[in-house]
């Protein structure tokens, strides 16, 4: 309807803004102001993969619910993380409440609210695992924020049989050009 802007689709639907990829089989856009309304849908940012029940879109703003979603690609992710509700501002951030990760199908974390920015391509998570004649059997479990190019940092857990289990915390921090620095 070229009046009231609004568009009607049904089949295999892929619908593409910038840099963000969403796939249905049924949607409903207005192309005046930028909203649409899905269910069932998966969006490809990379590197994130989102699937939720249903999509309600305003403007840059996606809100999922039900959501999962990761960062593997695999068919059946290794780790995927679960909420009650998640909002996608495009090319900005990513905000969940309520929101599990799972290695497997083992919840090994819960985070009231999670944040992550979209403005780095650096995977959020990473998984190591394996053994040396040093450590022994081993697995390291990091997780990575970034806030903006100037703030950023990880927190993990590495296990060795050998050498014991320890936490680090890493923080990359800037109050302004002149001044910041690194927390370990």
Known sequence: ????????????????????????????????????????????????????????????????????????????????????????????????????????????FYFPYYYQSLKSNKTPFEFRFGHNDISGWYASVKYNHFIDMYNSGSIGFDYAEKTGNKINLNMNYSINKSFNGTLS
């Open 1 to 108: 309807n070229i009046d009231s802007g609004d568009i009607k689709a049904e089949g295999n639907i892929l619908f593409s803004e910038g840099n963000t990829n969403i796939y249905s089989e049924k949607i409903q856009y207005n192309f005046k102001n930028k909203d649409a309304y899905t269910e069932k849908a998966t969006i490809v940012r990379y590197p994130w993969v989102c699937y939720g029940e249903k999509l309600k879109k305003h403007g840059k703003k996606i809100e999922l619910d039900n959501p999962v979603f990761t960062t593997c690609n695999k068919s059946r992710p290794h780790y995927r993380m679960e909420a009650s509700k998640i909002f996608i501002y495009m090319n900005d951030r990513i905000e969940t409440w309520h929101t599990f990760i799972y290695l497997g199908q083992i919840p090994v």
